[in-house]
């Protein structure tokens, strides 16, 4: 783990910067978007509301936060106040890394869930300690330049005045509501009379507002260490859940630096474990030892590479990654050169196999970019994980809670088997590339497991390809599944998904909108002055810019 600083007689974001293409060989709706400060999220409320604090003087930390929190309240689907978070700022001079990510209940065990096949996926015994709020204060406080209270202006007043439910929220809603509306607390804050917000209904959310009230004025201790808190924790006794006031009370989040791996002159940054960043890395190290420049993009040879590449680093990250203070080995290991090259050699170009984990030796979802006209860029993500996350409301809060305890697993001895006050496994990373000490892309691909794979597709998509930012998005999507099972966009031409299939893999093919599996990506890619910024359309999304 590193922090990164600039060479003290340069300007970095001021040096050349390779050129990108900007044809567009896929069926797209959008534009990249070019401007010398520019925010971009899955949500345009959201994103127009980090452009505001922007044009108040405001630098990208405040555009990223108040875009991050106004997602709270237009796309509860993916994120509330009960999420965790993570980051990776360069603040124009270094580069950190932000785990905001809460531990499980102090007494939880492995006793408590004896006899269960897997972590309960909704419910209280899925809801760990919410770590976002954590996140907030922190980063606003180390690099923000407006009030804390500035933040949450345009939450408030949506939450107080409404908002318009578009399309596809109104349709993760309709999923979510009919697997949770029996869940404490669900029914009364998320359905109008026993249905779900309508395309285009105005929604209001007058308890969220209250909430965030309290959460600004006291710079977010009220959730930890006040009213709020012990609102969350009556309600979890009441359901004869564990969680109270002292898990609560003990939440820290923690500067954890990032890791990286090279690749053909930019290096890759993720967040340490214990999140699934690590596995871009390793697949990405893999890729390199395998030569796919001379390749097309889109060709069935390249897919396979890449979804073996990505099937190994999976089967390692499932395997080794849990609560640092838990894992067996470090992640140097996993990225050490040597241990990738006997990662690479199990790659048979021309037959998919059945990834396992390798032997080293032992030593729903937001997200939101945003980069401004000083060279700050940032790369944020927040999550409530399935969607709403567990289910549980808390009355009179708005407060809806993460399940992030489904991360975990019940194997003994497992570096991410549950315990009382541990992190689990988690699925949501924040991406950034550097070159030549100088930030070069924040970007991330919210969508559970599709995010670790999503970074794989974007880094070679810029980088080796050297695609805008918008096409590497618009580029139909690969996913891995498990075993041989891939998923296919429909954009990926029927030969290519016969020859993936000749080669091994067995193939399912899934429209770009039909489960919201193939995730959303944002990505800010950095001009020799500017930026060009790039939004997905498989959201509602939107990058803007002056």
Not at 357 to 383: E, H, L, N
Request: one cysteine or more; glycine letters at 10%; proline letters at 6%.
């Amino acid at each position: 783990m590193s922090v990164l600083r600039a060479p003290a007689a340069s300007l970095p974001w001021r040096t050349t910067i390779s050129a990108l293409s900007y044809d567009n060989p896929y069926v797209s709706v959008r534009t990249p978007i070019m401007a010398r400060n520019i925010v971009s999220t899955s949500q345009p409320l959201a994103a127009q509301a980090g452009l505001r604090m922007l044009l108040a003087g405001g630098n990208a930390i405040d555009a990223a936060l108040a875009a991050a929190i106004t997602l709270t309240v237009v796309e509860p689907t993916g994120n509330g106040l009960g999420s965790d978070a993570f980051a990776i700022v360069w603040d124009g001079n270094e580069l950190h890394g932000l785990n905001a990510s809460g531990r499980s209940p102090r007494a939880w065990s492995s006793e408590r869930f004896r006899g269960l096949s897997e972590m309960p996926q909704q419910g209280w015994e899925s809801v760990t300690v919410p770590g976002a709020i954590s996140g907030w204060a922190a980063l606003s406080e180390r690099f923000g330049a407006l009030p804390f209270t500035a933040l949450f202006e345009p939450a408030i007043a949506y939450a107080e005045e409404g908002f318009a439910v578009s399309p596809s929220i109104a349709l993760q809603w309709s999923r979510g509501a009919d697997r949770l509306r029996h869940e404490p607390g669900f029914a009364p804050h998320f359905l109008i009379e026993d249905r779900v917000p309508r395309s285009g209904e105005i929604y209001r959310n007058p308890h969220l507002a209250r909430s965030l009230r309290k959460i600004a004025d006291s710079r977010g201790e009220d959730f930890y260490r006040g009213e709020l808190a012990r609102k969350i924790a009556d309600f979890a006794r009441q359901h004869d859940a564990v969680l109270d006031e002292e898990d609560l009370a003990a939440h820290a989040c923690d500067w954890c630096g990032t890791i990286s791996q090279p690749f053909r002159g930019t290096e890759l940054h993720e967040i340490p474990p214990n999140g699934q960043g690590i596995a871009a890395l390793i697949a990405l190290g893999i890729l390199d030892r395998l030569k796919l420049e001379n390749l097309d993009p889109d060709s069935a040879e390249t897919l396979h590479l890449e979804i073996e590449a990505m099937k190994l680093a999976l089967a390692d990250a499932h395997r080794f990654v849990g609560d640092p203070a838990n894992m067996e080995i470090s992640p140097d290991i996993l990225l050490n050169g040597d241990y990738l090259d006997s990662r690479a050699a199990l790659v048979d170009r021309d037959r998919a196999a059945d990834a396992i984990a390798g032997a080293p030796r032992r030593g729903g979802t937001v997200y939101v970019t945003a980069a401004d006209a000083a060279g700050r860029m940032v790369s944020f993500i927040q999550s409530n994980y399935a969607g709403f996350g567990s289910g549980i409301v808390v009355p009179e809060t708005g407060i809806h809670l993460q399940n992030r305890g489904s991360g975990f697993v019940l194997a003994p001895g497992h570096p991410n088997e549950v315990a009382g006050g541990k992190r689990p496994f988690h699925t949501i990373i924040p991406g950034f590339l550097m070159r030549g000490g100088g930030p070069l892309m924040s970007f991330g691909v919210m969508g559970g497991a599709m995010q670790a794979q999503g970074h794989l597709q974007m880094v070679l998509r810029t980088q080796l390809w050297r695609q805008n930012p918008q096409a590497a998005s618009d580029a139909p999507r690969w996913r891995f599944i498990a075993g041989r099972r891939v998923a296919l966009e429909t954009g990926i031409s029927a030969e290519v998904a016969a020859e993936l299939k000749k080669m091994g893999h067995q193939i399912e093919r899934v429209a770009p909108d039909a489960d919201f599996s193939f995730g959303g990506a944002q990505l800010i890619h950095r001009l020799a002055d500017g930026y060009v910024a790039g939004s997905d359309h498989r959201k509602d999304g939107q990058a803007v810019g002056f």
